[in-house]
């Protein structure tokens, strides 16, 4: 073998012995690579280029060797002096220029190859396990859309294994409806040449059954010609996704705020709520228009609505949420009140404005009422001509007002916080007031008569009015009310006074009215005795009569409580036994039988009912029966909410025929005609089985000078 292949090669090149492996002779190329000093070449052989666990390799190449022929090895593993591995293929031949049993060997450092093909296989690796394992399914299709790749991701999304679908076409799937036209008119638009990248979504059916939402992007290969050689298609399974946008959607169109979605100031996307704030008819009016195109030129704080929308829209994309109140304005020009959100909303590659819009119309109504209220309820409770306060819960002062502190001569200052009750209620006071939040407030408010103290010392009698404040059924607070009534109420004592006084004369008058009217009865029974004329006496009874009955009414009067009403059960008794005692003795056969229930009836009504019945009676006695015959009269009082009848029957013989009042002119008869209108009632009359009288007449309270006075001084009481 040619010298100079061994001195000139740019390859390590050596010469070993066969049988020891010792290294003879090695060119320069080999020093400088395997970094050995050439002092060393009688200690080397062929192990020291070695790793340790690649010895068994070498043996087995030496034990392979044909010792006459040249040999080649596969990649092998060799180390330098200092460690460092490389990898090299060597190829040997015999050799016998001066040696008998020596072989060149010729070394090639394949390290850089070994370490490519390493990073491809690893490469290699790497994608295989993303193809198997990615979300994305990968499918392979020859240039008729015949399937020669199936992933196991494929295998997961549709549930069609690789035996089921290679060398099938699309048509092998069961699509959703007419999705199956979406592929073939992707397909034909990349067999057409016109494009080598499609983009579309499909649904179709899992092998199991259920329905799967599908992304699907395929890419074709094509030769120098142009011609179709494979197409790759990657699956993504987007069901949920496609789910979530439903409820999204949903979510998006009932919700109770507007939402809308900017690319830059232009309104791209909006819900239905966003139509309804803005007043218009369609999502058609909104879109590709600004949120200043439903503006007024100003803002309520007078900063220019489009210099300020553009300054909130420009932060919320730099990425700073943004919460602001606005108002906006109709088609129409009339303003709407709202609250706005504005966050950054970045999908894929793009950025946008999603904004939420909520309505303050009503918000802003009920604020602007509550704030009324609240300014009605300050000047009510400053400017009140009561003198008012509010306490905690603790019953410490929060508030008075100003005609507090001219009653009491406190400033608010040096009430405040302090306890009220500490201030200004006496130490001999011991009249017990509820405090906040004690039971007595259970009604809501309580109101009582007390007594309380300036800051200098005077007593107040008051009337205190005490209101709590629930919220949630939790004491927050309470008021109090104090009504001056120190005047009052030494009026009150005068007119008590006034009242006991006048009670007494009005004893008195009636006492002595009727004493004079028993008199008066007693002399018109003197002057009856005396005369002798029977029509005479008789008419002198009949005016004793009358007389008595009112005095019976005067009686009752002054020996009653209030002077007003009177109790016609107890009038009707003594009455009776009136009569029974003027009438001569031949009428004592005759029983009376009253019903009075529980008729009461003031002065007015009371004297000319009192006449009225005493008639009825009378007229009874002498007109119902025959000398000595027994019989009886009834007396029926009764009343209800709107009349009181008066009824007077005999059971005796009963009037004459074609009876009438207007025709009977008796002073008798006079009298109950005259008395029944003075009530403002009516008269009825009948005789059946007897007599019956009746008068009825409203019930009410009858004027006059008598009623007025005697209710005037009730009500004083």
């Not at 990615?134 to 240039?143: C, F, G, N, R, V």
């Not at 700073?320 to 304005?329: G, L």
Request: glycine share 6%; charged share 30%; net charge negative.
């Amino acid at each position: 073998m040619d010298r100079s292949l061994f001195d000139l090669n740019p390859n390590p090149v050596l010469i070993y012995d066969k049988d020891s492996l010792n290294i003879l002779e090695a060119n320069e190329v080999f020093w400088e690579k395997y970094g050995f000093q050439k002092d060393k070449l009688k200690s080397l052989n062929l192990y020291d280029l070695r790793p340790k666990d690649t010895y068994e390799e070498l043996d087995q190449v030496i034990k392979n060797r044909e010792d006459n022929e040249s040999n080649h090895t596969g990649v092998a593993r060799h180390q330098t002096k200092d460690g460092d591995q490389i990898y090299v293929m060597v190829s040997s031949h015999p050799y016998k220029n001066g040696y008998k049993n020596a072989r060149m060997a010729f070394i090639h450092d394949v390290t850089e190859r070994v370490e490519a093909e390493k990073k491809a296989k690893r490469a290699f690796d790497e994608l295989n396990h993303h193809v198997n394992h990615s979300p994305l399914a990968m499918i392979k299709w020859d240039a008729d859309f015949k399937v020669i790749e199936w992933s196991e991701r494929a295998k997961e999304i549709t549930g069609y294994t690789k035996g089921m679908v290679q060398g099938h076409s699309p048509e092998v799937f069961d699509f959703y409806e007419d999705d199956l036209q979406v592929v073939k008119k992707n397909m034909d638009y990349l067999i057409s040449g016109k494009g080598d990248k499609t983009h579309f979504e499909v649904k179709m059916y899992h092998h199991d059954g259920h329905l799967v939402d599908l992304s699907i992007h395929t890419s074709v290969m094509r030769n120098d010609n142009g011609d179709l050689i494979s197409i790759l298609t990657f699956i993504e399974d987007v069901t949920n996704e496609k789910q979530a946008e439903v409820r999204y959607q949903r979510l998006f169109e009932n919700a109770n705020d507007g939402i809308f979605i900017m690319d830059g100031d232009k309104f791209i996307e909006c819900n239905s709520q966003v139509v309804n704030i803005f007043g218009l008819d369609s999502k058609e009016q909104i879109l590709d228009k600004s949120p200043i195109d439903f503006s007024p030129e100003s803002q309520p704080d007078g900063q220019k609505s489009g210099v300020k929308a553009r300054n909130k829209i420009q932060k919320a994309l730099e990425g700073t949420p943004q919460v602001f109140e606005w108002q906006h304005q109709t088609l129409t020009g009339k303003p709407v009140d709202v609250e706005v959100s504005l966050n950054r909303l970045q999908l894929v590659e793009d950025v946008y404005v999603q904004a939420i819009v909520r309505d303050l119309t009503e918000q802003k109504k009920a604020q602007e009422k509550l704030r009324k209220s609240e300014e009605l309820f300050r000047k009510l409770f400053l400017k009140a001509p009561g003198a008012m306060v509010m306490i905690d819960t603790e019953n410490r002062v929060q508030k008075v007002n100003k005609s507090f502190e001219e009653l009491f001569g406190y400033t608010e200052r040096e009430l405040l916080n302090k306890d009220i009750d500490k201030i200004i209620v006496g130490e001999e006071d011991n009249q017990i007031v509820p405090r906040m939040p004690d039971n007595g407030f259970e009604e809501d408010k309580f109101y009582t008569d007390i007594i309380r103290y300036t800051k200098q010392g005077e007593k107040l009698n008051l009337l205190l009015g005490a209101i709590p404040v629930y919220l949630d059924d939790n004491p927050i607070a309470g008021f109090g009310i104090y009504v001056d009534i120190t005047e009052q109420k030494k009026y009150q004592e005068q007119l008590k006074q006034s009242v006991k006084e006048k009670q007494v004369l009005l004893e008195e008058i009636h006492h002595r009215v009727k004493n004079n009217l028993a008199i008066i009865s007693g002399m018109l029974q003197l002057q009856a005795f005396e005369a002798e004329n029977e029509e005479i006496r008789n008419a002198l009874n009949d005016g004793q009569l009358r007389i008595q009955s009112i005095g019976i009414v005067h009686e009752l009067l002054y020996q009653s409580e209030n002077f007003i009403d009177i109790s016609f059960e107890e009038y009707i008794s003594k009455l009776i036994d009136t009569i029974k005692n003027t009438l001569p003795f031949n009428y004592q056969h005759i029983d009376v039988v009253a019903d009075t229930g529980d008729v009461l009836l003031d002065i007015n009504q009371a004297i000319p009912s009192a006449i009225l019945i005493n008639e009825l009676i009378t007229n009874a006695y002498k007109h119902a029966f025959d000398d000595n015959e027994a019989g009886t009269i009834e007396i029926l009082l009764s009343r209800s909410d709107q009349e009181i009848s008066i009824i007077v029957r005999d059971d005796g013989k009963g009037l004459p025929e074609d009876f009438t009042v207007e025709d009977h002119a008796s002073i008798g008869m006079n009298l109950i005609e005259t008395l029944t209108n003075q009530l403002e009632g009516e008269l009825f009359y009948s005789s059946d089985d007897g007599t019956e009288f009746k008068v009825v007449f409203e019930n009410k309270k009858q004027t006059g000078s008598g009623s007025l006075l005697l209710a005037n001084e009730n009500g004083s009481n």
